[in-house]
C-alpha cells in the first residue's frame, strides 16, 4: 500500500450546517487546495470557501455581441452588397428586419461559448479518471453527504495534522485517497499496432462519411426546373397528337398573331390603287426607314437608291429609283415590290415587319426628292 | 377551508424525505424493466406516429395537392400545426428559465420535465416547416452559405427568421437540458451496478464530482442560460408570429401578436405540461415532488395567460372597429359569425371561458377537473392557430376567390402523427433519463439549505 | 442575529427633512409655474398637462399594480417596502384634479372633438360612438374611480393589519387583487388610448395599452426602488435590508426595462415592415425634423442606456447605481410620454421649455408631497402583515 502516492484526505458530513463550518474552518486553517463535494449547490459556500464570482457572464458577454456584430455583418453584405436585392419595398440595409436575427445568433453564440467554455476549459471534463471518481467517498456525497477533501499536494499538507483537523470537526469516514495504480502507471501506446489501425480505420470511416455526406446526401443539383420543362418544344414529337407532331398547323379561318395575310399577291396595279402609306413623314419614321434602306436595299440599289450596287456585278445591278416610272408609282406600288419581290429581286416580307417596309418607302421618296426636287422644295 | 399561514413558507416538497430517498425514488424507473403498461402506451404513440408518417410519404410522393389548402386558404394544417407545438414548448422553458429567475422554488420539480418537453416539442414543430414547403430535400436553401448559384438567403423574410428562431431554440433548450442533466447523470453514475449503465453515465456525466468549485461556476452559468433563455422564449413566438403579422392581411396585421403570441402559448404549454405531470406523479409515485399545491399554481398560470389571450382577443376585435377600416371590421365579424364561427366560439370557450373555473379553488385542487380543462385549453389553443389561419384567409379581398377550407384524411393523419411522434419521445424519455432532476429537488428539500445563520 | 427577534422593533420616524423641503419647493414652483403657463400659452400648457397626467397616473397605478401583483405571487421580500409604494399610490386621488388642465382645454387636444370635422371625416364619425366628450369624460371618471376604490380598499386592510395582526387581511387583500387585475388591465389600456392615442384619432395600435402598460409599472418601480433605497440607506427600514433585496430590484427593473423595449420594438417592426399609410403615420410624425432625434435618444435612454446600466450582477445590488438609473428610467418614462403627446402638438420638432420643466416640476413635488404626507401618517413598514418576517430574512 506504501507505494500508493495520496491524492487527498476526505472526511464526509452529515448536514448543511457543519459542511459550512467546516469549510470556514478549513479556509480560516489557510488550506488552499481543498475541495468541498455536495449532491447539490449549498447556499453561502461560495462565501465560506471564499471563491470568487465565476467570470463566465463576461464570456457570454464578449462572445454575444461579437457574434451580434458578426451576424449584421453578415446581413448587411449578403443582402447589401454582394447580392442586393429589393424586397417588399424595403431598402437594401433595412435594419429593423435584422433585428431578430440578430438576436437569435447572439443568444446562440454565447450561449454556446459559455457552456463550452465552463465544461472545456474551466472544467477540463471530461475526466473521468479523476482519483476520487469510483471512491466511497464520493457514492456518498453524490447521493446525500456532505464531504471535504485537503489535496496533499497541498503546501501546508500534513497527514496527521489534517486528520486531527477533520476530527475535531466532526468529520465521519475520515479516509485517504489514493491514486489509482494505473492512472499512474498509464503510458500513451502511441505506436501499438492496434491503435494505429484502430486510428487509420477512423480515417477512413471519417473521410467516407464526410465524402459521401458532403457529396451525395448533402449535394444539391443545380437549378434546372427551367431547362427542362416537361412542355413540348418546337420540333418535338409528341404523342398526344394522331400524327404524333408536336407542332400544329392554325386552325382553319384564324390568322396568327402578326401574321396578317397580304391581300394583293400577284396584283401589283391594286396594291397601288388602294394601298396608303400608313405612317406620317416623321423623323423617327425617316430614320427607321434609312437605317432599314441601308441594311436591305442599299447592297443592290446603292445608298442613294441609284443603282450602284456595290456587289458589282455578282449580281445584276437594278435600275435606278430615281426613274420616272418609279417616281411616279404610288407608294403602294413601291410597298407590293417590296413585298413581293420583281424580276431578280425576291421578297422581303420576312426581313421587314409591315411598318418596317413603309418607313422604307418614305425614306425612298425622300431620295427621290433629294435629286429631283421641285422648285416648291427649295424656297 | 384550510387556511394559510402566512408566516411561514410552504414546503415545496411534502413530508421531508431523507435526500437518499429522493435519490432512490427519482432514479427507479430506470432500473426497472419497462411493464405492461409502458408498451401498450407506446404502441399506441407508435401507431399513432405511423398513420403520420404514411400520411407524410404519400404526400412527398403525389404532392401538397393531397392536403386541403385551396386557392385563397394557401396556409392550412401545416401552419397551425407548427405554431402549436411550438407554443407547447415554450412552457417548458418559461417554467425552467423565467421561474428561475423569479426564484420560485415550486419550479423545481417539474422543470427537468418540462424542459424535455420543449425539446421534443420543438423538434415536432421543426418537422412542419419542412412538410409544408413540399420539398423537404430541398429545406437546405434556407441555410445561408455560398452555393453554386451565388444566391442568398432574405434576411428581410419572417419565415427565415423562424429557421433562426426555432434552431437556436432548439440548440440552446438541449444546452439547458444537459447542462441540467449533468450532476443527475453523476448520482446516477456512482449508484450504477452493472457495467454498461455505469459507462454509459461516466460519458455522460463528463466526470462530474460535484465540487463547489464548480458548482459555482455551474449555478452562474445556469442562471446566465436562464438569463439568455427568457428573452429567447419570448423571441421565438414573437417570430412565429410574425409570420403572420408583418403581412397587411386583416386578422393577421395587428401590432398586438407578439405577446399575445407567447402568452398563448405559454398558456398551452403549462397546460400540456400539467396534462402529462399528472399521469407521471401517479406512475412514478411523485405526489409528495410534484405537489397538488405546484400543480395549483400551474392552474394560477393557465388562467393569468389565459385571461391574457382573452384580451388580446378582446383588443383586436375593438381595434378593428375602432380603425374604421372596413376589410378590418369585416375579417372580425365574418370570424365570429362567419362561415367559420364554429372554430371561433370553439377557441373562444375553451381558451377564455372554460379556465375561468380555476377561479375557484375547488376546481384548481382537483385533479380530474383540471385535466379536463386543460384538455380543452390544447383543444382551444389548436383551434386559435387554425381560426387565425383559415378564416383570415378564406375570404380574402376579391368575392369571387372565396372559398372554404376542408381538411382531408392526409391531413388529419399528419396531425395525430406529430401527436404520436411526440408521445413516443416522452414516453422514451421517462423510461432513460431522471424526469425530475435529483440535484434541484434536493437542494429545496427540507432542512437541505444551511439555516441562515450568521456567524 | 441568526434568529431574528419574532417582534419587529419598529419606530416610526419623520422622513429626512431635506427629502421634505425639497418636495415642496418643487411642488410650489411647479405649481406657480403650470398656473401662469396656463395664462401665457394654454394650448402647450394643456399639452402638459396631459404628459403630468399620465406621468402621475403611471406612478400612482403601477404601484398600486405592484402592491397586487405583491399578493397575488406570494412574493415576501417586497412586503417590507410595500408601504412606499401605498404611499406612492396615494397620489391617485389626486389625479382627477390634475386631469383639470388638459381636460377644459381638450378642444385644443383632441383633434376629435371638434363636431364640424367628425362630420366630415369618414373615420372619425365612425369612430364617434367611442370618441366624444361625454362618454370619454365618463370613461375618465370610471377608470380613476376603479384605481381609487381598491386603491383605498386595499391600504386600507394594509393599515389595519398594523394593529390587528390579522392573517384574514391578507386573505382578503388577495382576493381584492384578484378581482383588480382584469379592471386593471381594461381601465389602464382605455385610459392610454383615451388620453394619448386618440390625440391622433386616425391612428391605431393594438398593442398601445401593452405599451403604455409597460413604461407605467417600469416607473413605479423605479419611483418605489428609488425611494426604497434612499431611505433604507438612512436606516429608515431595518438592519436585514441586503443586496438580496436591492437585487431584486434591480432584477425587476432590468427585466421590465427589457419588456418595454420588446413591445416597443414589436409595435415600430409590424408598422415599419407592413408598411400601411394609416398606422406608419403615427411613426413617421415623429421621423420628421428634430422629431428624429427624439425617436434616436428614446431608443438610447428608455433601453441601451438602463440594460447596460443595469445588466451586470454587482449593478443590481449597488444602491448608489440603482439610485442613478431608478431616476433616470423615470426621467425616460416622462421622456417617452413627451415623445407620444408632443408631436400631436407641433410637428417637426420641438423644444421643451419652462412650460414642460413646470410641470415635471409640479409632477415631481405633487408625487413627494403625498409621499409626505402618507408617510406622516402611517407606518413605513407594514408591521402587522404576517409575511414581514420571511420578507426580511429574505435571501435570493
Known amino acids: 500500500m506504501s507505494d500508493k502516492i495520496l491524492y487527498s484526505l476526505t472526511g464526509l458530513f452529515d448536514t448543511p450546517d457543519e459542511i459550512i463550518a467546516a469549510a470556514e474552518k478549513v479556509q480560516s486553517e489557510g488550506y488552499t487546495k481543498y475541495d468541498v463535494n455536495t449532491p447539490y449547490p449549498v447556499h453561502g459556500m461560495d462565501s465560506a470557501m471564499k471563491l470568487p464570482m465565476s467570470r463566465l457572464p463576461y464570456v457570454a458577454m464578449v462572445v454575444g455581441i461579437t457574434g451580434m456584430f458578426l451576424a449584421l455583418f453578415f446581413m448587411w453584405w449578403t443582402n447589401s452588397v454582394d447580392y442586393p436585392l429589393v424586397i417588399g419595398g424595403k431598402p437594401y440595409f433595412a435594419f429593423p428586419a435584422y433585428v431578430p436575427i440578430m438576436f437569435e445568433v447572439t443568444v446562440l453564440s454565447a450561449s454556446i461559448a459559455t457552456v463550452v467554455t465552463m465544461i472545456a476549459i474551466v472544467f477540463k471534463f471530461p475526466n473521468n479518471s479523476h482519483p476520487l471518481m469510483d471512491t466511497e467517498y464520493m457514492k456518498n456525497v453524490s447521493v446525500d453527504k456532505y464531504g471535504i477533501s485537503i489535496a496533499a499536494d497541498d503546501p501546508k499538507f500534513d497527514f496527521d495534522k489534517v486528520k486531527s ?151 445584276p445591278s437594278p435600275p435606278s429609283l430615281h426613274s420616272k416610272k418609279v417616281r411616279n408609282w404610288s407608294d403602294g406600288r413601291i410597298y407590293h415590290v417590296i413585298t413581293e419581290g420583281q424580276n431578280a429581286m425576291p421578297s422581303y416580307a420576312y426581313q421587314l415587319s409591315r411598318k418596317e417596309r413603309w418607313a422604307v418607302v418614305l425614306y425612298i421618296r425622300a431620295l427621290q426628292r433629294s435629286l429631283n426636287a421641285k422648285e416648291s422644295d427649295l424656297q | 377551508m384550510s387556511s394559510i399561514d402566512y408566516t411561514q413558507e ?126 423537404p430535400w430541398l429545406a437546405g436553401y434556407l441555410i445561408p452559405y455560398p452555393n453554386q448559384h451565388s444566391l442568398w ?24 437540458w444537459y447542462v441540467g442533466l449533468i450532476p443527475d447523470f453523476a448520482s446516477l453514475r456512482d449508484r450504477a451496478v452493472g457495467k454498461v449503465k455505469k459507462t454509459i453515465y461516466s460519458i455522460f456525466s463528463l466526470g462530474w464530482r460535484h465540487s463547489n468549485r464548480h458548482w459555482s461556476h455551474y449555478e452562474m452559468v445556469y442562471l446566465v442560460l436562464a438569463g439568455f433563455a427568457t428573452p429567447l422564449v419570448l423571441s421565438v413566438h414573437t417570430i412565429v408570429s410574425f409570420d403572420f403579422a408583418v403581412s397587411i392581411l386583416p386578422g393577421w396585421h395587428a401590432t398586438i401578436f407578439p405577446p399575445y403570441f407567447v ?79 364554429w372554430a371561433y366560439w370553439i377557441m373562444v370557450s375553451c381558451n377564455v371561458i372554460f379556465p375561468q373555473l380555476f377561479w375557484i379553488r375547488k376546481i384548481r385542487r382537483s385533479i380530474p377537473v383540471m385535466f379536463v380543462i386543460a384538455v380543452l385549453v390544447n383543444v382551444g389553443m389548436w383551434f386559435e392557430r387554425f381560426v387565425i389561419t383559415v378564416t383570415s384567409l378564406h375570404r380574402d379581398f376579391l368575392p369571387s376567390s372565396w372559398a372554404y377550407f376542408k381538411p382531408t384524411v392526409v391531413d388529419v393523419a399528419i396531425l395525430i402523427g406529430s401527436f404520436g411522434f411526440f408521445f413516443t419521445w416522452i414516453l422514451l424519455f421517462t423510461k432513460s433519463l431522471p424526469v425530475v432532476s435529483i440535484a434541484e429537488i434536493k437542494a429545496v428539500n427540507e432542512g437541505a439549505q444551511p439555516s441562515h445563520g450568521e456567524h | 442575529m441568526s434568529d431574528s427577534p419574532d417582534v419587529i422593533n419598529y419606530t416610526k420616524k419623520e422622513l429626512p427633512s431635506n427629502f421634505v423641503k425639497f418636495g415642496y419647493a418643487a411642488f410650489v414652483a411647479g405649481l406657480v409655474l403650470v398656473i401662469l403657463s396656463l395664462f401665457v400659452d394654454n394650448v402647450r400648457s394643456a399639452f402638459s398637462g396631459v404628459m403630468l397626467l399620465m406621468f402621475v397616473a403611471s406612478i400612482g397605478v403601477g404601484s398600486l399594480f405592484w402592491i397586487v401583483a405583491e399578493y397575488l405571487s406570494g412574493a415576501v421580500w417586497s412586503t417590507p417596502f410595500r408601504r412606499v409604494a401605498e404611499f406612492l399610490g396615494a397620489v391617485l386621488f389626486v389625479l382627477p384634479v390634475i386631469a383639470l388642465p388638459a381636460y377644459f382645454n381638450m378642444h385644443d387636444i383632441f383633434h376629435w372633438t371638434h363636431q364640424e370635422v367628425v362630420k366630415s371625416d369618414h373615420y372619425l364619425s365612425a369612430k364617434a360612438p367611442y370618441l366624444n366628450v361625454p362618454f370619454f369624460t365618463i370613461r375618465s371618471i370610471v377608470f380613476i374611480g376603479i384605481w381609487v376604490l381598491f386603491y383605498y380598499l386595499i391600504t386600507k386592510n394594509s393599515r389595519l393589519q398594523d394593529s390587528t395582526k390579522d392573517q384574514n387581511l391578507t386573505r382578503k387583500n388577495i382576493k381584492l387583487s384578484a378581482v383588480f387585475v382584469p379592471l386593471f388591465a381594461l381601465s389602464i389600456t382605455f385610459f392610454a388610448i383615451d388620453w394619448l392615442m386618440s390625440l391622433e384619432p386616425h391612428w391605431f395600435s393594438t398593442i398601445f395599452g401593452v405599451y403604455y402598460f409597460a413604461g407605467t409599472v ?122 407620444m403627446t408632443m408631436p400631436t402638438y407641433q410637428e417637426f420638432g420641438y423644444i421643451p421649455g419652462w412650460i414642460e420643466l413646470g410641470y415635471a416640476l409640479f409632477a415631481i413635488g405633487l408625487i413627494l408631497v403625498v409621499f409626505n404626507w402618507k408617510a406622516s401618517k402611517e407606518n413605513l413598514v407594514p408591521v402587522g402583515d404576517p409575511k414581514l418576517k420571511r420578507g426580511i430574512n429574505f435571501r435570493l
Open chain 2, 263 to 341: 402568452a398563448g402559448a405559454v398558456f398551452s404549454g403549462f397546460a400540456m405540461v400539467q396534462n402529462v405531470l399528472i399521469f407521471i406523479r401517479k406512475i412514478f409515485n411523485y405526489e409528495h415532488i410534484i405537489t397538488l399545491d405546484t400543480l395549483e399554481k400551474m392552474n394560477k398560470i393557465i388562467i393569468l395567460t389565459g385571461s391574457m389571450v382573452g384580451y388580446a382577443y378582446a383588443m383586436e376585435f375593438f381595434t378593428a372597429w375602432y380603425s374604421g377600416v372596413q376589410p378590418e371590421q369585416f375579417t372580425f365579424i365574418n370570424r365570429a359569425f362567419g362561415p367559420y364561427a
Open chain 2, 153 to 176: 438567403v432574405d434576411f428581410n423574410s419572417p419565415l427565415l427568421w423562424d429557421v433562426f428562431a426555432v434552431s437556436t431554440y432548439f440548440t440552446v433548450s438541449f444546452i439547458f
Open chain 1, 165 to 315: 483537523l477533520l476530527e475535531s470537526l466532526g468529520a465521519k469516514n475520515i479516509t485517504p485517497i489514493y491514486y489509482k495504480e494505473e492512472d499512474l502507471n498509464f503510458k500513451p501506446k502511441t505506436f501499438e499496432p492496434k491503435f494505429v489501425i484502430a486510428m487509420i480505420v477512423l480515417f477512413a470511416a471519417v473521410s467516407a462519411v464526410t465524402y459521401i455526406t458532403l457529396n451525395k446526401l448533402m449535394y444539391l443539383p443545380p437549378f434546372d426546373w427551367m431547362m427542362e420543362q416537361s412542355k413540348v418544344i418546337a420540333q418535338e414529337r409528341s404523342d398526344v397528337f394522331e400524327d404524333g407532331r408536336g407542332m400544329r398547323t392554325p386552325v382553319e379561318g384564324t390568322v396568327a398573331r402578326g401574321f396578317l395575310p397580304y391581300k394583293f399577291k400577284n396584283n401589283p396595279e391594286a396594291a397601288g390603287k388602294y394601298l396608303v402609306n400608313p405612317l406620317a413623314a416623321t423623323e423617327e419614321n425617316l430614320s427607321l426607314g434609312e437605317k432599314k434602306f441601308d441594311i436591305y436595299c442599299s447592297p443592290c440599289h446603292g445608298y442613294l437608291a441609284e443603282g450602284d450596287s456595290r456587289l458589282k456585278g455578282q449580281f
Open chain 3, 218 to 339: 417600469l416607473a413605479a418601480m423605479a419611483a418605489i426602488t428609488y425611494i426604497v433605497v434612499t431611505l433604507s440607506e438612512k436606516g429608515y427600514f431595518f438592519e436585514g435590508v441586503k443586496a438580496d433585496h436591492y437585487y431584486s430590484f434591480g432584477a425587476l427593473l432590468f427585466g421590465f426595462v427589457n419588456f418595454w423595449a420588446y413591445i416597443a420594438f414589436s409595435q415600430f417592426l409590424l408598422i415599419w415592415y407592413a408598411n400601411l399609410p394609416e398606422e406608419t403615420i403615427w411613426y413617421l410624425q415623429r421621423w420628421e425634423g428634430y422629431w428624429m432625434y427624439f425617436s434616436i435618444a428614446l431608443i438610447f435612454i428608455h433601453f441601451i442606456i438602463p440594460y447596460f446600466g443595469l445588466l451586470a450582477q454587482p449593478s443590481k445590488m449597488s444602491p448608489k447605481r440603482l439610485k442613478f438609473m431608478s431616476l433616470w428610467i423615470l426621467f425616460a418614462h416622462f421622456f417617452d410620454i413627451m415623445w
Open chain 2, 10 to 135: 410552504l414546503p415545496v416538497i411534502e413530508g421531508r424525505p431523507t435526500l437518499k430517498e429522493i435519490n432512490e425514488l427519482i432514479a427507479k424507473p430506470l432500473d426497472q424493466k419497462p411493464d405492461k403498461k409502458f408498451y401498450i402506451a407506446l404502441s399506441i404513440t407508435l401507431t399513432m406516429l405511423l398513420a403520420g408518417a404514411i400520411a407524410l410519404g404519400f404526400t412527398f410522393y403525389y404532392g401538397v395537392g393531397l392536403w386541403g389548402n385551396n386557392n385563397p386558404v394557401g396556409w392550412g394544417f401545416p401552419i397551425v400545426n407548427f405554431v402549436f407545438w411550438v407554443g407547447i414548448g415554450h412552457a417548458g422553458t418559461l417554467i425552467s428559465a423565467i421561474l428561475f429567475l423569479f426564484r420560485q422554488k415550486w419550479r423545481n420539480g417539474i422543470a427537468r420535465f418540462a424542459e424535455g418537453m420543449t425539446i421534443f416539442a420543438v423538434m415536432t414543430a421543426g418537422l412542419f416547416p419542412l412538410i409544408h414547403v413540399g420539398r
